[in-house]
């Protein structure tokens, strides 16, 4: 696993309660990719008060970017496509890993809705629409809308930051947060958006983030901006997690899993992003030690 001295924090939280941790968990460290279920969840909110509407395309939406912009076809990508990262929008982003910018396709060789591409075009753009349809910026909205609902202890809207550059007009947005809040996040998903009395996320947009809608490398499936199943190992050792499990995952060692069959979330967090953090491998085997103490299998 990580090494002691970049170890931020592992949670291990069962029917709501905290039984196994180690390390720092109110370390706020960078989330990666993780940001991206937190801008689903804010998206859940949105599209029940009427703000947002999956069905909306590019076009409807005058969204474009540089050069090259956007052809007609692209423009026909809708709000929903984006958030299966299915939206055929092959343009440079930002905030991309380059073995992400090295996997993208060719411009123009899928139509919107057909081809499932993990894509920080997509999830940045969604952005952009998101803070143009509420008028807030996503940092504050996190704050005010599941930060503050759900009691997290350590963010606060100043953690956000953009990320600007010449590859494209949609900055991205890395978010730190610590181990202890991303548990009361995953917390939230177990509880299908429900927090004690208050209903934070709308239940019927949490079933949907979790259903599959496409075939991912990662993971068995991608959902809203989540991924779906059991954590794909190339070395073949994988853990098989219950139907119904699904969980956010960023570069560096950053996850979030949510396995409502053993009414149990897991997080980890690692701070040496330089460093690669843990693998696949290393994940299933921690999952196994966990599920295997709790004989969970």
């Not at 350590?154 to 990320?163: H, K, N, P």
């Not at 949609?170 to 998903?189: E, Q």
């Amino acid at each position: 696993m990580v090494a002691p001295d970049r170890l931020d924090g592992r949670d291990r939280v069962h029917h709501g309660g905290v039984v196994a941790q180690w390390g720092d968990a109110a370390a706020k460290t960078p989330l990666a990719s993780v940001r991206k279920s937190l801008l689903s969840a804010l998206y859940g909110d949105a599209v029940e008060r009427g703000d947002i509407n999956l069905k909306q395309t590019l076009a409807e939406l005058g969204i474009d970017d540089n050069e090259p912009s956007l052809s007609a076809e692209e423009k026909r990508a809708t709000v929903r496509d984006l958030l299966e990262c299915r939206s055929g929008v092959y343009h440079p982003a930002l905030y991309e890993a380059p073995d992400m910018a090295a996997k993208r396709p060719a411009r123009y060789s899928h139509k919107p809705g057909t081809f499932w591409y993990y894509n920080n075009w997509d999830v940045n753009t969604l952005g952009a629409i998101y803070e143009h349809a509420v008028r807030h910026s996503t940092f504050d909205a996190l704050a005010s809308e599941i930060a503050q609902p759900i009691g997290m202890q350590d963010y606060l809207a100043s953690d956000g930051r953009y990320v600007t550059g010449a590859g494209s007009v949609y900055p991205a947005y890395p978010i730190d947060m610590s181990a202890r809040d991303l548990a009361r996040f995953a917390l939230l998903y177990l509880r299908k958006g429900r927090w004690r009395e208050r209903q934070v996320v709308p239940a019927d947009w949490v079933e949907d983030s979790a259903r599959a809608y496409s075939q991912a490398d990662f993971a068995a499936g991608y959902g809203y901006l989540w991924w779906i199943g059991s954590l794909n190992d190339p070395t073949g050792s994988g853990v098989t997690l219950p139907e119904g499990s699904f969980f956010a995952l960023g570069f560096g060692g950053q996850f979030a899993f949510v396995i409502p069959a053993y009414e149990l979330v897991i997080v980890h967090r690692a701070a040496g992003f330089q460093y690669g953090g843990p693998g696949l491998g290393d994940m299933n085997h921690l999952l196994a030690l966990i599920f295997d103490a709790g004989h969970m299998r």
